[in-house]
């Protein structure tokens, strides 16, 4: 596929991400609240839910890389969203019958998390085929944006719906949101690549990959920073302000929604901050600062608190996309193109894989030292993502592409591959 005839597809890429960010962030609220009013969870079983929906990471993050690479991309991604709808949409179902329980929430969680793997290597993979090389950083920006203004609307609508619906009925919408989806995905023109008379063993595919990106001195040294990061995501802000600050459904949703604010400023401003102060400078500044807004997050009482929960948010949010953006662009233009899904799928096992570690933790320790103790442990846990940044190369760089000679990674850099 040429950029030229994948302009005007990625308006219809885009529009299908859209439509599944919204009913996936009306849901992200949803599915907590079901499990906290409906079911009555506990703190663990809700670290349990939480954890679930990240663990196929850990468990196909590697593989996928092999398995999006000799699949058409449109048919992993459409098939990926007609998994979660059906998964989701069971949850009402069972809901009406009588038959619901945290168990089924546990297991929905797993099936939309494997179809969420596939399908996000696959997303990630497909943007590059469609849009220039000198477009992939505002493209990626606008993608981030559009995340940022469904994290700012879509958790404040799903308060709203859960208030006037009901927590289960509103997951709907989240099932809803993917079969249009996979409408729009549908219309996009299939992958034709050329495949070899043989693949290589899956293993000899993984290895490739793993060494490329842990060898690699940048993409190493910010997969590791984004594993920190992430690993902090895994806290349930839902359990703090329900059980902790005792907020109702609706601010529940805006205060979730706050974050959506610092991911759409940071998004806006990711070009500008990266051409002012270079790629590698302005990812370093922004583990600096995404370490300050976790602190802010678990403090004060009352409706102070409410305000230091909110803040904390938009700083810790707006930094990390900073972070998400700038590398991710890095990764899909500095990776040879026979080894990109591999290394997208690399780095988002490790990265992504830390969040259910993070849900099972904090749920663990939130019984222990309540949630609001667990927050602050997760906060001191940020400061390793700047530490693994300054421990590397890129500490002394201020764009990533300063290790590159004529377009080329310098290899007593990178290593033996």
Do not use: K
């Amino acid at each position: 596929m040429t950029v030229e005839q994948g302009a005007g597809v990625f308006w219809r890429w885009w529009a299908a991400g859209t439509t599944s960010l919204v009913g996936s962030a009306v849901g992200g609220v949803a599915l907590p609240l079901t499990a906290l009013t409906v079911l009555d969870a506990t703190a663990f079983e809700m670290g349990l839910v939480a954890a679930a929906g990240y663990v196929a990471w850990l468990v196909i993050g590697l593989p996928a890389g092999v398995i999006v690479q000799r699949l058409p991309l449109r048919g992993a991604q459409v098939g990926a969203d007609l998994a979660r709808a059906v998964a989701v949409a069971s949850i009402p179902l069972a809901w009406w019958w009588g038959w619901l329980t945290v168990a089924q929430l546990v297991v929905v969680a797993l099936v939309v998390s494997f179809a969420n793997v596939l399908f996000d290597v696959a997303n990630s993979t497909f943007l590059p085929a469609i849009v220039g090389r000198e477009q992939l950083h505002s493209r990626n920006s606008l993608t981030s944006a559009t995340h940022a203004a469904t994290q700012l609307s879509g958790p404040a609508l799903g308060g709203l719906a859960v208030q006037a619906l009901g927590a289960v009925p509103t997951v709907l919408v989240d099932a809803a949101s993917y079969l249009v989806s996979a409408a729009l995905l549908r219309s996009l023109p299939a992958r034709r690549a050329d495949a070899p008379d043989r693949w290589p063993p899956i293993r000899q595919m993984i290895g490739e990959g793993w060494r490329y990106v842990t060898r690699h001195p940048v993409m190493g040294p910010t997969m590791w920073t984004a594993t920190a990061v992430n690993f902090v995501c895994g806290a349930q802000l839902a359990v703090y302000l329900v059980r902790e600050l005792h907020a109702p459904a609706v601010l529940v949703g805006v205060l979730l929604a706050v974050e959506g604010v610092g991911s759409l400023v940071g998004a806006t401003l990711t070009p500008w901050i990266t051409g002012r102060w270079g790629t590698a400078r302005s990812v370093l500044v922004a583990c600096l600062v995404s370490v300050a807004g976790a602190f802010v997050v678990p403090v004060g009482i009352g409706w102070p608190a409410y305000l230091a929960f909110a803040v904390g948010n938009v700083v810790f949010a707006g930094s990390v996309v900073v972070l998400s953006v700038t590398t991710r662009t890095y990764r899909q233009t500095a990776s040879p193109p026979e080894l990109l899904s591999r290394v997208m799928a690399t780095v988002r096992f490790v990265s992504w894989g830390a969040i259910p570690v993070g849900g099972l933790v904090a749920g663990a320790l939130a019984g222990v030292v309540g949630a609001r103790g667990t927050l602050f442990v997760f906060a001191a846990a940020t400061v390793c993502a700047p530490l693994a940044l300054l421990r590397s190369p890129v500490r002394r760089l201020r764009d990533f592409t300063d290790l590159r000679v004529d377009g080329v990674d310098r290899p007593e850099l990178i290593g033996t591959r």
